[in-house]
């Protein structure tokens, strides 16, 4: 993360729990769109949420950053060793893509129930997933923001709900994730370079007394509005910081084109959709089409990030202009 981004924390509140309302989805629906987010307290199953523990532990141990220990001792968060070279983590976690970590975890039978009694439907899970295994900075004793901004912006016209679990304990210490509160206008808050990016929304212009932060169990599951501003918070710890975030469409939304590139102009795009198969769209200037490292892209530079053959996600419109064109992100099908 950027250090450029970090700005100091908020005053913060415990958030709400929405644990009675699952069952009810008009009710479900309404609490998305006035408080902008779900947080369901001991929902996932803390078997499926320790088997997804033992991934992380088996690549945490191979990078020589924590010694062995056995997945339910885990459950309190894992020690840095002192030994291993934590500047040379993978960023993305990518051993945990390779391993299709996340695939595993949601194909558990616990797991997809939940979703569907949540959701009231098959979950469609927009292939954008991120691990994350943060490490720890105990010297770094302030307690920090590491960049606000909205899930939304970035992916425009796909109407998606970000699903953020802890896969071991999240206390204040190790951090976590921050969130507001009842901010759901469907404003775009980010900051937007000259290149059309959208870079992450300034601390100044956002209210105070909105803050949300808990202490987050293995179980325990957040989901947000595309909307509601949210960050990271620094870990001042001496464990790591292990979670994952993934993005589900919201019941009944359009969904977008996922599959694979079969021709790609700057003015038009066809995908094969994993599910509709081929289908042509529009590409304008309202288009917000990006690379995987957030940076918009026009012109040529469409065309050489979507060469035939790559995996992408494509929201589009009722008039089949493509709203957003990216790549997709440690979630590609199991081959
Ligand atoms: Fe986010």
């Given at each position: 993360m950027n250090s450029s981004r970090l700005s100091a924390a908020p005053r913060m509140h415990e958030p709400k729990t929405h644990n009675h309302l699952l069952g009810d989805h008009d009710a479900l629906a309404k609490a998305m769109d006035t408080d902008g987010y779900w947080l369901f307290r001991d929902v996932f199953d803390k078997d499926a949420v320790a088997r997804l523990r033992k991934v992380y532990i088996e690549e945490l141990v191979k990078l020589d950053v924590i010694d062995p220990i056995d997945v339910d001792s885990a459950a309190k968060g894992i020690r840095y060793n002192g030994r291993g070279d934590l500047k040379a983590m993978p960023i993305h976690m990518e051993p945990l893509c390779d391993r299709h970590a996340a695939q595993t975890f949601l194909a558990e039978k616990p797991i997809h129930d939940f979703m569907v009694k949540l959701l009231g439907e098959e979950p469609f899970w927009k292939p954008v997933v991120e691990y994350r295994a943060t490490v720890p900075n105990p010297d770094d004793g302030i307690k920090q923001v590491t960049g606000w901004?909205?899930?939304g912006p970035p992916t425009p016209g796909v109407d998606f709900i970000t699903m953020w679990t802890p896969v071991a304990d999240i206390d204040w210490d190790i951090g976590g994730i921050t969130f507001g509160e009842?901010?759901?206008?469907?404003?775009?808050?980010?900051?937007?370079?000259?290149?059309?990016t959208n870079k992450g929304i300034a601390a100044e212009t956002l209210p105070e007394g909105v803050w949300c932060h808990t202490t987050y169990r293995p179980g325990d599951v957040l989901f947000m509005n595309?909307?509601?501003?949210?960050?990271?918070?620094?870990?001042?710890?001496?464990?790591?910081?292990?979670?994952f975030d993934h993005r589900v469409m919201r019941p009944?939304?359009?969904r977008p084109l996922v599959g694979e590139v079969i021709s790609c102009t700057p003015t038009r795009i066809e995908v094969k959709d994993d599910v509709i198969g081929a289908k042509a769209v529009r590409i304008d200037t309202s288009t917000y089409a990006r690379t995987t490292l957030h940076q918009r892209i026009w012109g040529q530079k469409i065309v050489d990030e979507f060469p035939a053959g790559s995996r992408v996600i494509v929201g589009y419109?009722?008039?089949?202009?493509?709203?957003?064109?990216?790549?997709?992100?440690?979630?590609d099908p199991v081959v």
């Open positions: 901004h909205q899930d009842g901010l759901t206008d469907p404003v775009n808050r980010m900051r937007i370079d000259e290149t059309g595309r909307w509601t501003p949210h960050s990271g918070l620094t870990n001042t710890s001496d464990r790591f910081r292990l979670s009944g939304s359009m419109d009722k008039g089949d202009v493509a709203t957003v064109v990216r790549p997709t992100h440690q979630f």
